[in-house]
């Protein structure tokens, strides 16, 4: 799929899309695949996102409204689930793309935490996908059907020791996508997240060492390392009907990174480095 040409894949569904920051980021890019494949949406981030981002111009190429939301407020969450549904009526889709550690932000090491931050990535990165479905299921927002999308990071498994407390954070995102995808089950809706592989993006950007993540993935990856773009046409993939019976799954979209166990151009790296050293 090009990002030229659209399928229709998306045709009359409505949607709610958090964590658009600017154009490298998945959000983003997932907002404009959605405008090609001819869907209509709402645009959400935090009030001081939309201070420092970019959200408008996205909105004034996407035909989108912009309603701003703090996610660790359940209040604020059923507003916006009530502006959204008064503006689209049910939704047919929701892409979660939020996540913030202020410990990593600070530097602090996973061995020193400082516990409220902690608390802060834990419901902001994943709590967060609780409430806003809480809210949907409260309000009755989402279409028998529909499909909720949630981006995650192999952290959730493996340890990555510069990603620190947002290790954890997948970790439960995961769950709390699983638990919901049970429960939604019976109405066809669908809650599944994505394992994306490190992307340059703004967030991902500004995790130190993720120059030498993004480096190593490329060079473990089969296919490389997935761009933001690629990122998006899978999630429309999954926000379409042709994937009606996938739920409760963590999927990886990392080039192969997660199966493969080492390539030859590391075998060749590693060996050059040891006879540099002998």
Known sequence: MTQNTGYNLLKGKKGLIFGALDERSIAWRVAL???REGASFTLTNAPIALRFGALNQLAEKTGAAVIPCDVSDYKQVLELIDATREEHGKLDFILH?????????KGNDYTNLNYKLMQQ?????????HKVLQACVEKEALSDGASVVALSYIGAQRVFSKYSDMNDAKALLESISRNFGSRLGKRGIRVNTISQGPTKTSAGSGINGFDAMYDFAEKLSPLGNPTADECADYCISLFSDLTRKVTMQNLFHDGGFSTNGISEELIFELAELNTGKK
């Not at 793309?97 to 932000?105: D, E, K, L």
Request: proline share 5%; hydrophobic share 50%.
């Open 33 to 35: 695949a959605c405008k």
């Open 97 to 105: 793309a939020v996540g913030m550690s202020p410990n990593i932000r």
């Open 121 to 129: 990535t834990l419901e902001i990165s994943a709590i967060s996908l």
